[in-house]
């Protein structure tokens, strides 16, 4: 009998090198992209597997893969992210191109599908695959658009399944109101024409279209007043953190391309690219409040992080517009208990969205924080502080991105 038991577990035994290539390669394909740097070390055929081409169409096939996070600090000639599958932190090489002198403490500034747009201190753009380092540097602006105020700089990836790397970068800069935004593709490989926008507002349910003989008004009491990303009601433009300087996110909604910022004023812009115009929308609240402010995309959605303080207390809560009755409605909130920590310490939030889950970066000068917020099952976690050579970074802000090593500049 127990040699008939033995036959039976031995004819049952599964072994990964029956498998043909094919297979191998799917079944990896789908492992965590931090297994992929371990892949060589298994075996030589696992090795040859990991760095043939098949491989990484195989890989490019899984529409999606669990956000890693690029985390950004005072010092920007590292990479750090947390790995929101593994639940931990990770320091990548940092790309060699970023290490060159002339894109050295390059700025991150965007990021979407796997990659990350970086600015120089020339005003140039860098994009990267931060995953592998591969790096690619964007045909510069125009010179007398680089002295422009730039409001928004978004990244977004072309719906291309078979094409992983293809991707959009759009500025929008100029003065209120007079808005205008350039396109670079990087299927065409250059920058596109310029395109003008012009200022809609509602009214009686119509939209109404301002000249250029409108004027913009500045003198009101909500263009007076505001409050800056820190907490304080200031009476100059909003100062911000230089890791989020431009606060912004891209959308789509019934095939119209959305660019949303945060403007110096405090208010939401939003920018219609498809039907080149642009709105305002109405404060969350009053102009004298004091509150910090950031804007994400998740699921879709631009949402608002908003950290308040009243009642002795401070409440940090996410908002959604709502088009239809034209308000703010809340969809989250962290707990009081959470949220108290951070009154009286003036602090400066920088947000990041990825699906349903937000990434919000709390800092000041006393105190320094990372949670995580999942919007569908409405929990906030803490996340652990990261060591490096013994001493806890303070992450000003950062970017989600999909951590793909198939993906190529």
Known sequence: MIRKRKSQ????????DELNEDLIEGVLSR???????????VCKRWKSVANSSSFK??????????????????HLNQSI??????KNWKKLNHPPLLQKNSNYNSMPVSASGGFICFRNSYGNFVV???????????????PALQSLTFHAIVMSSCPNKHDQSSYKLVVVFGELPKLSFRVYNSSSGCWEEEIALSKKFNDDDKSKELDDSTEFDSNDDSAVYFLSKAGNVVATNMQRSPSKQYSSVITSKDGEEIVHFLSSLGSIVACNLTSKCFIEYPRLLPVFYEYSIDLVECGGRMLVVLLSEFFESASLRVWCYDEDIR???????MPPSMS???????????????GDQILICLSSAEISSCVMCDLAANEWIKLPKCFVDGEAIKFMSAFSFQPRIETSL
């Open 9 to 16: 577990e031995d004819s049952s035994t599964f072994f990964m």
């Open 31 to 41: 492992l965590p992209t931090s297994a992929f740097f371990r892949l060589s070390s």
């Open 57 to 74: 169409l195989a890989c490019s096939q899984i529409p999606s893969r669990d956000p890693w996070f690029f985390m950004v600090d005072s």
């Open 81 to 86: 992210v947390f790995d929101s599958a593994e």
């Open 128 to 142: 990267c695959n931060p995953v592998t380092g591969s790096c690619n540097e964007q045909p510069p602006l125009d």
């Open 327 to 333: 308000s703010w409605q809340q969809i989250a909130a």
């Open 340 to 354: 108290h920590e951070w009154y009286g310490k003036n602090v400066d939030i920088n947000c990041v969205g990825a």
